[in-house]
């Protein structure tokens, strides 16, 4: 059974419809990647499953319905990392750490975590007490990251983390991210326009194109697929 | 030649402007707690207040004393101020800012009206919260009143940035105040945290209502007015959405008007209330943001 | 096609409200007659704060001090002028849009909250500074146009005759209020129409925006203030023709300022029809609620209560619920 089913989920902003019955899965243990154009409904996808937009359709996790409330989603174990990275720009470093861990009830687990997010992001441990906005966008992106890791999720929603970044942060974040999946079996969700990095760094894919997914196949199968290279990895 | 300088005289009227201060600077954070959860001002802040104060006042006339009343009032009020945003602020939550405004001024109008209702218009006093007696100290008189005043209100306020620098509940209201919609996604119930914004802020209504009533000697359901227009000045002045300007703000004012009202003879109780709102003209006019508060957009 | 059908339907409405104002006074006793004319100075003074609020999104908390200005401006030319009262309406209008530009000077540079305590600020002031000004105004006192002999249309008790008709005062006075706040709704209906009304939507909906596109939001800001506070002015000079002809500085207080920004929420900002809504619910609730209970402080339970049970069910106000009716007909056309 996948982690996270989603089957004909549809939403719209007031008249417009964003998303018109996409059908997607991530299993346990998976990294997947979702490609498209701007406008393709990415973003609204990731919004849909962690309810900051109204939905319908069904949404599964973990073989029970979604709660269709932002705070919920993120105690049933999903953790997202929305555009523009989210972080709190007036809170420091640490308190940005300590937020990430607000659904968590075990302090001395929470403890040791986040002592290894600061060694695994020395930079966050450099920048503890200075306010989250004075970081550069790279440092924002590991901050971003390091927080939603300190609420322990059994899902990662990555919204277009590589947006503005210099292409060598962008590599290197993936690095980390293939890495927690590895060792630790953290489910990804990443939407990404770099199609290239993505497909690289994912076992899955899928191309969604006006709301709807318009290819879906393994990342090796879409890095051969005709019309996905020439559309998304320009050759 | 030189004029001597009665410096007793003036430690003595800083302290006791300190004291106003103290009083002006819980209602002015009260203000700035649910402006800054929710972009409201709660206009109905004073009326609590005093609602709160003639429940204390009721109290003591069944033979509580003061601080047991005190302490009895300002729980009951905190339970008052999250009962009351969950039935009457939450359903227009998702409403434009103008709708809550309006809200919190049918709020006035009720609670004022109910003060009224319940209690007879005659005026009331409190008995005292500290001794009467003066207190010398470096050769000056001070008033334990208001020292006592000035001891209590910086109490809660320390109190108050202890909760919100080092507690998790406290840190998840900062969040939510700043940034609700990141703060859904780390899970926090912001609703529930301006439920709480509003308890803590109708608490601290309550201890600027029981800390004035004494040292007027007598109050009717009108009092906490001109206290009110007091704790706007100093959030203005201080800056409106931040805590510690509008303590430090409040302080400056308190001081600011008691020797105004002290050295300048023609400064009557009235024009106490024109200074006050003057200081609010002139920072508006000349630096919006106040003392402390983030700077506002101006030219575009 | 639908164009044709929408302006059809406004002209409609139109007509229909020319024919209510005309016909209602039969159907009012005398007393409550009155008590619409008071409704109407409401409803004009309203119409100028939805211009500033609804329409160009500034928040004032200082009209009911601009209707204090035009007020002050009828009493004082008439008792101590010799004025004609009805023909220092327009001049206390005048008068009151002058005051409204200046309250509009530091509007262009404060917005929002720090806006509204500027406005707060103004009204509050302005009991004190009509005290302090009392060669002029009267002081405490105030100004009576009751006991004198005034060059007064609407002082007379009993009737008045006019156009060649006698009308039975209060009468007279409903149509005087009404006429001209339809008259000015219409004025207001058109300036929202045109470009004037464009700019001051686009400073609402976004001050950055509107500046980048050329806008000069100041010049809205302060424009919109000064209109707003010609109608405030007119409100507040038929106010003092028709409920006591008296005025101090305690007739507008803040609580004013406040009423009548309840009303313009309460019937719905942007929408003209619910500024004749708001004003009816500031002139009658409060009467109503006395009626409910003469307890001390009752009335004012009940009023809030009102206030606060209107915004919870219909946060978009009481016109704004008219507009949802009507819609549905003129959006499939």
Redo the contacts between chains.
């Keep these: 059974m996948p982690l996270l089913e989603l089957r004909g989920v549809a939403a719209r902003y007031g008249a417009l419809e964003a998303l018109r019955g996409i059908d997607l899965s991530v299993d346990e243990g998976e990294i997947v990647a979702v490609l498209g154009a701007n406008g393709a409904g990415k973003t609204t996808m990731l919004r849909a499953i ?1 309810a ?1 937009v109204k939905t319908s359709g069904e949404l599964v996790f973990a073989g029970e319905r979604l709660p269709r ?3 919920a989603v ?2 049933a174990g999903i ?2 990392v ?1 555009e523009g990275r ?6 420091s470093v640490d ?1 940005n750490l ?3 861990a ?2 968590r009830r075990d302090r001395p687990g929470v403890k040791a975590d986040y002592d290894r997010m600061l060694q695994r992001f020395p930079i966050l441990a450099d920048r503890r007490g200075q306010a989250a906005g004075t970081l550069s966008g790279g440092e924002q992106q590991q901050l971003a990251l390091a ?1 939603a890791l300190m ?1 322990r999720p059994r899902l990662l929603l990555l919204d277009e983390p590589s947006l503005g970044l210099a292409p060598r942060v962008v590599s290197e974040f993936f690095a980390v991210v293939g890495e927690l999946n590895e060792r630790e079996g953290l489910s990804v969700l990443v939407v990404e326009q770099n199609a290239s990095i993505a497909l690289a760094s994912s076992a899955r894919a899928y191309v969604l194109e006006v709301g709807r997914v318009a290819v879906a196949g393994t990342s090796a199968e879409l890095q051969r697929h005709e019309s996905v290279r020439r559309s998304y990895l320009g050759y | 030649m030189p004029v001597a300088i009665d410096w007793a005289g003036v430690a003595q009227q800083v302290v006791s402007g300190l004291s106003s201060g103290g009083i002006y600077a819980m209602l002015a954070v009260a203000l700035v707690l649910i402006y800054r959860a929710t972009g409201v001002v709660n206009f109905a802040q004073g009326e609590l207040a005093m609602f709160s104060t003639f429940v204390a006042w009721t109290l003591t006339q069944h033979g509580f004393g003061y601080w047991t009343a005190f302490v009895v009032t300002v729980l009951a009020s905190f339970a008052a101020g999250i009962a009351l945003e969950r039935t009457v602020i939450r359903p227009v939550e998702r409403s434009p800012v103008l709708t809550t405004a309006i809200v919190t001024i049918g709020l006035f109008f009720i609670v004022n009206g109910a003060a009224f209702w319940i209690w007879s218009p005659e005026v009331k006093s409190m008995p005292n919260a500290f001794s009467t007696r003066p207190i010398r100290i470096a050769g000056v008189a001070f008033s334990i009143s208001d020292l006592g005043i000035i001891g209590v209100s910086l109490l809660a306020v320390l109190l108050l940035w202890l909760f919100f620098r080092f507690t ?1 509940l406290g ?2 209201m ?2 939510a105040a ?2 609700p ?10 609703s529930w945290t301006i439920a709480l914004g509003w308890g803590l802020a109708t608490a601290l209504g309550a201890v600027a209502g029981l800390l004035a009533a004494p040292p007027l000697g007598s109050f009717d359901q009108n009092f906490m007015q001109p206290i009110l227009l007091y704790a706007f000045a100093g959030a203005v002045l201080g800056g409106i959405d931040s805590a510690l300007g509008a303590v430090i703000g409040s302080l400056a004012l308190g001081v600011f008007l008691n020797l105004l009202g002290t050295y300048v003879s023609w400064v009557g109780t009235d024009l106490r209330q024109a200074a006050a709102l003057a200081v609010i003209l002139v920072v508006l006019l000349v630096r919006p943001a106040g003392l402390l508060g983030t700077a506002v957009v101006r030219r575009v | 096609m639908s164009r044709v059908l929408r302006v059809g339907a406004g002209v409609a409405v139109a007509a229909a409200a020319v024919a209510l104002v005309l016909v209602l006074p039969h159907w009012l006793s005398d007393a409550r007659a009155a008590e619409f004319a008071r409704a109407g100075c409401f409803f004009i003074a309203i119409i100028g704060l939805n211009l500033v609020t609804g329409y160009t999104g500034q928040i004032s908390l200082g009209h009911g001090a601009l209707m204090a200005v035009g007020a002050y401006t009828t009493a004082i030319l008439t008792a101590n002028h010799g004025f004609r009262d009805l023909w220092t309406v327009p001049l206390a209008g005048l008068v009151a849009a002058a005051a409204g530009f200046v309250v509009g000077l530091p509007a262009r540079r404060l917005s929002g909250l720090y806006l509204a305590l500027a406005t707060f600020a103004f009204a509050v002031a302005m009991p004190a500074l009509l005290k302090r000004f009392s060669g002029l105004t009267g002081g405490s006192q105030g100004i009576n146009l009751f006991d004198k002999a005034l060059n007064r249309s609407t002082g007379a008790l009993g009737h008045v005759h006019v156009l060649g008709r006698t009308l039975a005062t209060n009468d007279f006075l409903f149509y005087l209020t009404w006429g001209i706040g339809l008259v000015l709704a219409g004025a207001a209906w058109l300036l929202v129409r045109g470009r004037v009304g464009r700019a001051f939507r686009a400073v609402r909906d976004s001050e950055v925006a509107a500046a980048s596109s050329g806008i000069n939001t100041g010049f809205y800001k302060m424009l919109a203030f000064g209109i707003s506070g010609f109608y405030a002015g007119v409100g507040g000079s038929l106010f003092v023709l028709v409920s006591n002809w008296f005025v101090s500085p305690s007739t507008f207080g803040f609580d004013k300022s406040l009423l009548l920004i309840v009303g313009a929420v309460v019937g719905g900002l942007g929408s003209l029809a619910g500024m004749a809504v708001g004003a009816l619910f500031i002139q009658f609730v409060p009467g109503w609620s006395a009626n409910l209970s003469s307890a001390p402080g009752a009335p004012s339970v009940f009023f809030g209560a009102a206030i606060v049970l209107v915004m919870i069910m219909l946060p978009a106000g009481l016109g704004g619920l008219f507009r949802r009716l009507t819609e549905p007909l003129t959006r499939r056309l």
């Design positions: 962690s900051t409330r932002p705070e993120a105690r953790a997202h929305p989210g972080t709190f720009a007036q809170l308190e300590r937020l990430g607000h659904v927080r609420q | 998790k840190l998840a900062r969040a700043l940034n919609d990141s703060s859904r996604l780390t899970g926090i119930r912001v």
